[in-house]
């Protein structure tokens, strides 16, 4: 009975947002009622990006639009809402299109 919600947990604790979109695939269960899954998207971008930045010191954008499923374009709007979060501290290097990771936060 609370497999889905343990499952949910488990993702927001250590997986990224792949794992998240294979899980609500077809619509969160029932036991789930009251999640609001563009939240758990979101939250789930955040969090990916701070695993990225626990694997890479230097993460080109392509990587993380591929990562965060977002546009190039979104790109940088993720890493400073990340950044605001508190969850990493990063530059942007516009010119090479890289994030430079200073600081980030463990999960």
Same mark, same amino acid.
């Given at each position: 009975? !609370?497999?889905?919600? !343990?499952?949910?947990?488990?993702?927001?604790?250590?997986?990224? $947002? %792949? &794992? !998240?979109?294979?899980? *609500?695939?077809?619509?969160?269960? *029932? =036991?789930? +009622?009251?999640? &609001?899954? &563009? *939240?758990?998207?979101?939250?789930?971008? $955040?969090?990916?990006?701070?695993?990225? /930045? #626990?694997? %890479?010191?230097? @993460?080109? !954008?392509? #990587?993380? *639009?591929?990562?965060?499923?977002?546009? @190039? &374009?979104?790109?940088?709007?993720?890493? =400073?809402?990340? @950044? #605001?979060?508190?969850? @990493?501290? /990063?530059?942007? +290097?516009?010119?090479?299109?890289?994030?430079?990771?200073?600081?980030? #936060? %463990?999960?």
């Amino acid at each position: 009975k !609370y497999g889905p919600i !343990y499952e949910l947990l488990r993702i927001l604790s250590v997986g990224k $947002l %792949h &794992d !998240y979109t294979e899980f *609500a695939k077809g619509g969160l269960p *029932a =036991v789930l +009622d009251g999640v &609001d899954p &563009d *939240a758990c998207v979101s939250n789930m971008r $955040l969090l990916t990006m701070c695993s990225l /930045a #626990t694997e %890479h010191d230097e @993460i080109p !954008y392509q #990587t993380v *639009a591929d990562t965060l499923d977002v546009s @190039i &374009d979104e790109v940088e709007m993720w890493v =400073v809402n990340t @950044i #605001t979060s508190k969850l @990493i501290d /990063a530059k942007m +290097d516009q010119l090479q299109k890289v994030v430079l990771i200073s600081r980030c #936060t %463990h999960r």
